[in-house]
Nanobody, 123 residues
């Protein structure tokens, strides 16, 4: 089992930046990829970014391309989500999750989940 803890919640103005962190512990050797998901009230949870552990291949949903960057610090088992040029529509609860394969980045492709951290972007 992998335990995940997110941090970096905040309230920022539109156009601002925020960095989220996700620290993994436990059976981290089973991780093949880590994804960042978000869920806004009344909406489905979606994967906004993901990174493959062995070669740093990344995935971004179209709505965040050019604004969000996912990267990892292997020695600390930590993955970051750098969010720039934030928009009010980025407001959501953000979760990190791990997968044992590189797939379609659907919610069901990921297993272990963090508790989530709230990001609020004001206009």
């Amino acid at each position: 089992q992998v335990q995940l803890v997110e941090s970096g919640r905040g309230l920022v103005q539109a156009g601002g930046s925020l960095r989220l962190s996700c620290v993994a512990s436990g059976r981290t050797g089973s991780m093949y990829a880590m994804g960042w998901f978000r869920q806004a009230p009344g909406k489905e949870r979606e994967c906004v970014a993901a990174i493959r552990w062995n070669d740093d291949t990344t995935y971004y949903v179209d709505s965040v391309k050019g604004r969000f960057t996912v990267f990892r610090e292997n020695a600390k088992n930590t993955v970051y989500l750098q969010m720039n040029a934030l928009k009010p529509e980025d407001t959501a609860n953000y979760y990190c999750a791990t997968s044992t394969y590189w797939g379609a980045h659907r919610t069901r492709d990921y297993g272990n989940w963090g508790q989530g951290t709230q990001v609020t972007v004001s206009s």
